[in-house]
Structure formats: C-alpha cells, structure tokens
C-alpha cells in the first residue's frame, strides 16, 4: 500500500511563496508521474504541473513563470514552489503520482488527501 501525504498550504498573503511537499510511502521503487492539481471551490479540478515518466515538466499557463514543480527520489518526495501568489491562486492542492511498486511493471495510482492554499491580505 502506498500513501501520498501533502504538507505545506496555509494563509498567505498576495505576492507570498508557499512551498509544498507531497510525501510518498510505502512500497516504492520509484515514481513514474507526478503531479499538483487544484480545487477552487465550485470549479473542477484542474491540473496545475506535472511531471511525466519521461521527464518532461508541464505547467498550466496560469502558474507559468510562477510555480516550479520538482522531485528528491531519494527522499520520495516531490514538490510545488509557489511565488508570486494571487487571490485567485487560492484552492485545495492535491498531488497524484503513480509509482512502481516493484521491478515486474506493478504500479499504484492516487492521490493525497489535499491541503488548503489560502491567498488573501
């Protein structure tokens, strides 16, 4: 069983940083994809970076030049630095992964439980 713990959010005020964590444990041997995804309330899901198996970094326009995702496999973590934040930036973020979970192709996939990113003066 694999878990994804989320750390980080809190109030912050406009043009502030946050940095988020999400820890994966459990039976792991690497991270295949990665990502942050957000929650506004009253709007859907919406992808905010990602990293995929093959390495490539995406972000959605909104962060772009904003928000820096990266990985420490070593420490099954990964990351979202959040600068320069706006009212608008405020939500629930989530990180999904999916991992391999042995070295025979077995994967988990899902997500960490959310934590709350408020931006306001």
């Known amino acids: 069983q694999v878990q994804l713990v989320e750390s980080g959010g809190g109030l912050v005020q406009p043009g502030g940083s946050l940095r988020l964590s999400c820890v994966a444990s459990?039976?792991?041997?690497?991270?295949?994809?990665m990502g942050w995804y957000r929650q506004a309330p009253g709007k859907e899901r919406e992808l905010v970076a990602e990293?995929?198996?093959?390495?490539?970094?995406n972000y959605s326009n909104f962060v772009k030049g904003r928000f820096t995702i990266s990985s420490d496999n070593a420490k099954n973590t990964f990351y979202l630095q959040m600068s320069r934040l706006k009212p608008e930036d405020t939500a629930v973020y989530s990180c999904?992964?999916?991992?391999?979970?042995?070295?025979?192709?077995?994967?988990?996939w899902g997500w960490g439980q959310g934590t709350q990113v408020t931006v306001s003066s």
């Open positions: 990293i995929t198996r093959s390495g490539n970094i």
């Open positions: 459990g039976r792991i041997v690497s991270f295949n994809d």
């Open positions: 999904n992964a999916e991992v391999a979970i042995d070295y025979d192709g077995a994967t988990w």
